[in-house]
Every structure is written in C-alpha cells, then in structure tokens.
C-alpha cells in the first residue's frame, strides 16, 4: 500500500495498543514502524534491477522479519522511553503488529509479498484491494485524528480510533468477498466464448473495489477485460494480447529474464522495439485503464545485454496515467457500470 496508508494504519494499531499508557507517543511510534518495513528500497540507487526487484517486500515484508525484529525494535523503544514505565513487552507487542498489519495490508495488493521468506521466495498476492484505496485509508485517518484531539481522560477518547480500524476491516472483507464474485464473471464468461484457460488473475482496476481488471491465460496469449459490479450484463468483451514467448524461449535461465518471469508469474508480453527487447506486466495494466483502442503499459521492462549477449539486468520505466479529461470521464462512466 501506499506510504500515507501505512503511516496511518502503524499508528491507528499503534494508538488502540498503548495509547491509554504513552499518550501519543504509541501512534507516533506505530506511524514510524508502519513505515520501516518499505526502507528496503533504500538500496535501490546501488542496485540493479534485477536485485532491486527481488529484494522489494522480501525479508522485511516476511514474518521472520516480524518475529526476529519485534523483540528488538521494543527494547529499543522501552530503553528510549524508560521514564514511562511501559515496558518491553508492551513496546514488543505494539511492534510486532504494526509491523503484522503492514505486511498483511500488502499481501492483498498486486505487487506480490514475499512473507515467507527466506524459505521461499515466492511473491504472494492476493489481488483485491488497490495499492492506493480511500475507502481504506479514510476511516483509518479520520478515527485516528479524532481521538488523538480528543481528551486523554475521556472513557471515549479511544472509540473513534476503534471504530476506524474496524470500518477499514470491514472495507477489506467486502474485497476479499467480492473477488469470489468477480472470478466467477469471469471465468464464465470467457468459458463461454473461448473454452477452457489455463490460468485466471483478477485485480482492481483502480482506487476501488467496484471496478476490475481480468486476465486470462491461454497458450501464448493473454485475455483481458474489465467488469464494473454495476454492469447489466456479464458477457464480457476480451481483447487477446500475445506474450510473444518465443522470443525469449532461449534465454529463460538468463538473469534479467528469469527475474521478470519469476515476477510476473506468466501475465506478461514480450516485444521488439527500436531494436531493443521489452518485457511488460499486465497484471499493472496500462495508462488508458483498458479503456480505450490502445495506451502504455504501467510496467515496462528495458532488457539489457551484457558483453556476452545474456539479458543480464534490466531498466525499469513507469509511466504516468493517462489523467486527460476524456480519459478521466470515461474510467468514471465504466465504474458506474456505463
């Protein structure tokens, strides 16, 4: 998620875990610590891309993380804050949530997770709640600024807080659940019109969990569509992209494409351009929201050469969404189901 949902969720946890005790001081640590685990990109300017990727949301985002740096980061606290009379295992149990929560509010996003690692590293994502979500992050803000401006003394003062946590809780129920519903349009549909598929991923198609991108894998293509829960219908329209694998069938052990195969899990297209080889990962989308005849991939993948021919490492450019007014216009009208 985002860094003002982890902020923001850190010190919510923090705040409903000690903040009767401390006083502030239990959001402003929760805040700080709900941050901590994404300083693993601070090695990025020293890396390539390929180390960049696979160490994103690695060992920090693991819960071997969570438990080997929990006891430590609450004896530093409790020796920092000894005068308030806490104590470590009260600091230990606020860390360990707060860094709990920030690894289980990314697991449902696209990126991936790698939880347990270092015993594998494979990036799980559960695919039902957007990086960025108000729907999320509002009542996390607005229940944590109130009671922080309410009065200590008041038997109150931790209720909005509470409340909160529990609205956004709820909030990513309601996504867990309505993916169920949105895999099943789906599947049907396309089942319906094209057969069998090999492989199905659905993921919000933006700050929201109304709207939804689908894609599904068979042989070398890759067919996406998108469904609004406000649709009339459920036939859906499926536009068939190839992955182009064959060309990069001889070069799968090499270390920049292996990397990209790894992370992208099969939803990918490879292209030539300007000479030059171009791996992208649908499961981003592209900056027309799939919304139009044709638009950029949020995802894209420069694959360099080393001297000796091997895809080796890798350039990564994101560009922005397409924020045009008439771009803008029609994602509005098809999350209303228009």
Known sequence: MDSITQIALGAAVGEALLGKKVGYRAAAWGAALGTFPDLDI???????????????????????????????????????????????????????WVFLTHILIDLPTVYGTQIFFPFSNTPHALDFIFIIDPLFTFPLLIGLIVSLIYKRTSKYQSLPNLIGLSLSTLYLIWGFGIKAHINSVFSASYENQYGYYEKIKTVPGGPTTTFWNGYLIKKDSIYVSNYSIFDESTDLEFVAIPRNSHLIENRTEERAIETLLWFAQGYYSVQIEDGSLMFYDLRFGRDDFWLSDEGNYIWKNEVLLNDEGEAYTFNQSIPSFNTRSQNISRYWNRIKGQ
């Open 42 to 96: 601070l090695i990025n300017p020293f890396v390539d891309g390929v180390i960049e990727l696979r160490s994103h949301r690695s060992f920090t985002h693991s819960f071997t993380f969570v438990l080997l740096c929990s006891p430590i980061f609450g004896w530093i606290i409790d020796k920092f804050h000894s005068s308030l009379q806490a104590g470590w295992p009260a600091w230990t149990k606020l860390t360990f």
